[in-house]
């Protein structure tokens, strides 16, 4: 705007002032008619591994897929090549007649088997240049990683596998920075230990270098719920489990026992995350409450006395009337935190694991197998909403659900690998009128 003569300072300032209030009240005014959907491509139906992840394998600047012991050519995921043996057949029945199918027993028939494959992720780790693929196995059992041949040879060949943490325990263990030093780590549990393992800088083809950050609590292969976050905001990252948190010590020299904060998050869910939800300023605890059961729940955090407390705010459970939207479906063994909005503020990725213990096994096994985002809203008073949006129906999750920008426009997509197939759901945006948009909106059902 031209102002017809020069203001004063205080008087140009006033009217800025102003002018910037009323934008403000005009951005915020306006109707946000953005809808967020989802495409879904069937990459595989076979059951090969419960996770999958993005990398660039080929080298080309395009993202590809990783999922049990194949990856998948970006951009459009039809050319899969096999990096580790693929030779699994199994013998089930469909439909009252025997079947023959490649991989693991899972959709394709009718009962329930276990890969030896559940959590993938990319890293260089001999620092070549090129992707290679680390396989956290079924817990208990090893972790690889396979080093991508592509500079010296061909990438469609079989990786060279080597053995990065002989123990992997933990149902939601992970691969990514606890310590701070820019490079990922595994962290899990193993052998009765809470800890992580760290890759030899020198030689990362030898076993990674175990570190305990708890005593021999004899934590059970099976344990389930685990995460990394700043809990008490000091900068370094702490360990979540279901029964508490263990605390970063200011130095990791030596390999100090990390404080022990009991406070019980559920019974044992899937991936736990810290963040704050209300914007209070303090980091806050979300997690799914029962891996093989029911629960999505965020614990508050408050200081009483100096000393770190949660309370329960418990979202989506057993029954569809404890979701203010109608929601529930049991399972929630995969949970992933991202902002997928692009509001500034992280949403919930989850849904419901396909078959985790068979079409017999755990609560509703045979429910829809889903697949949501939860919308976090946070509200002038503190409190928060989580708004449901559906994804899919015919999927769920595996324990793995990865949300990241496969394409490159700048906005998460989802990936899954479970005993139903790999999939591939790719963000879209669609600007409708401000009538479409509340129609398609969930609407609470209760107040």
């Given amino acids: 705007?031209?102002?017809?003569?020069?203001?004063?300072?205080?008087?140009?300032?006033?009217?800025?002032?102003?002018?910037?209030?009323?934008?403000?009240?005009?951005?915020?005014?306006?109707?946000?008619?953005?809808?967020?959907?989802?495409?879904?491509?069937?990459?595989?139906?076979?059951?090969?591994?419960?996770?999958?992840n993005i990398g660039d394998f080929n080298h080309d600047g395009i993202q590809d897929v990783v999922a049990g012991p194949f990856w998948y050519e970006g951009p459009n995921f039809q050319v899969r090549h096999a990096f580790m043996a693929a030779d699994k057949v199994?013998?089930?029945?469909?439909?009252?007649?025997?079947?023959?199918?490649?991989?693991?027993?899972?959709?394709?028939?009718?009962?329930?088997?276990?890969?030896?494959n559940f959590f993938a992720y990319s890293h260089d780790f001999n620092g070549d240049g090129w992707d290679d693929i680390m396989i956290l196995g079924f817990p208990g059992e090893n972790s690889w990683w396979f080093e991508n041949p592509g500079k010296s040879g061909d990438p469609k060949s079989m990786w060279k596998r080597h053995v990065a943490l002989d123990v992997t325990d933990n149902e939601s263990p992970a691969f990514l920075d606890i310590t701070g030093d820019g490079k990922p780590e595994i962290v899990c549990?193993?052998?009765?230990?809470?800890?992580?393992?760290?890759?030899?800088?020198?030689?990362?083809?030898?076993?990674?270098?175990?570190?305990?950050?708890?005593?021999?609590?004899?934590?059970?292969?099976?344990?389930?719920g685990m995460g990394v976050g700043d809990v008490n905001g000091d900068g370094k990252q702490d360990l979540l489990e279901k029964d508490g948190w263990w605390e970063q010590p200011a130095s990791l020299a030596g390999d100090p026992i990390w404080k022990f904060h009991k406070w019980p998050f559920g019974i044992g869910g899937s991936q736990m995350f810290a963040y704050d939800v209300n914007g209070d300023g303090l980091p806050d605890v979300i997690t799914s409450l029962s891996a093989h059961g029911y629960g999505l729940a965020w614990y508050e955090q408050y200081r009483e006395g100096g000393?770190?407390?949660?309370?329960?705010?418990?979202?989506?459970?057993?029954?569809?009337?404890?979701?203010?939207?109608?929601?529930?479906?049991?399972?929630?063994?995969?949970?992933?935190?991202?902002?997928v909005d692009g509001d500034g503020v992280k949403d919930l990725v989850t849904g419901k694991r396909f078959w985790a213990h068979g079409p017999s096994g755990d609560p509703e096994p045979n429910a829809a197998p889903v697949l949501y985002w939860f919308q976090l809203k946070r509200n002038a008073d503190k409190s928060v909403d989580w708004i449901p949006h559906l994804i899919d129906s015919n999927s769920g999750t595996g324990t793995q659900v990865?949300?990241?920008?496969?394409?490159?426009?700048?906005?998460?997509?989802?990936?899954?690998?479970n005993k139903h197939g790999v999939y591939v759901f790719t963000h879209r945006v669609k600007t409708v009128s401000a009538a479409e948009f509340e129609a398609a909106q969930p609407k609470p059902v209760q107040p």
């Avoid at 306006?30 to 959907?37: F, G, R, S, Y």
């Avoid at 990865?402 to 690998?417: K, S």
Wanted: hydrophobic content about 30%.
């Fill in 189 to 224: 549990s193993s052998k009765g230990h809470y800890g992580y393992a760290s890759p030899d800088p020198k030689d990362p083809t030898k076993p990674f270098t175990w570190h305990s950050i708890s005593p021999d609590n004899k934590y059970h292969k099976f344990t389930h």
């Fill in 402 to 417: 990865v949300a990241r920008d496969i394409n490159g426009d700048g906005r998460p997509d989802i990936i899954v690998g």
């Fill in 307 to 339: 000393e770190i407390k949660f309370r329960e705010h418990v979202f989506m459970n057993k029954e569809a009337r404890e979701n203010k939207y109608g929601v529930h479906f049991s399972q929630l063994h995969a949970v992933d935190l991202v902002d």
């Fill in 90 to 116: 199994s013998t089930s029945t469909k439909d009252g007649r025997p079947v023959t199918f490649p991989g693991f027993k899972g959709r394709l028939g009718n009962e329930n088997e276990y890969s030896a």
């Fill in 1 to 52: 705007m031209q102002f017809p003569r020069p203001l004063a300072p205080s008087s140009r300032a006033l009217w800025l002032g102003l002018a910037a209030g009323l934008s403000g009240l005009l951005a915020h005014a306006a109707p946000k008619n953005t809808l967020h959907l989802f495409s879904k491509q069937e990459l595989s139906n076979q059951f090969w591994s419960e996770g999958a």
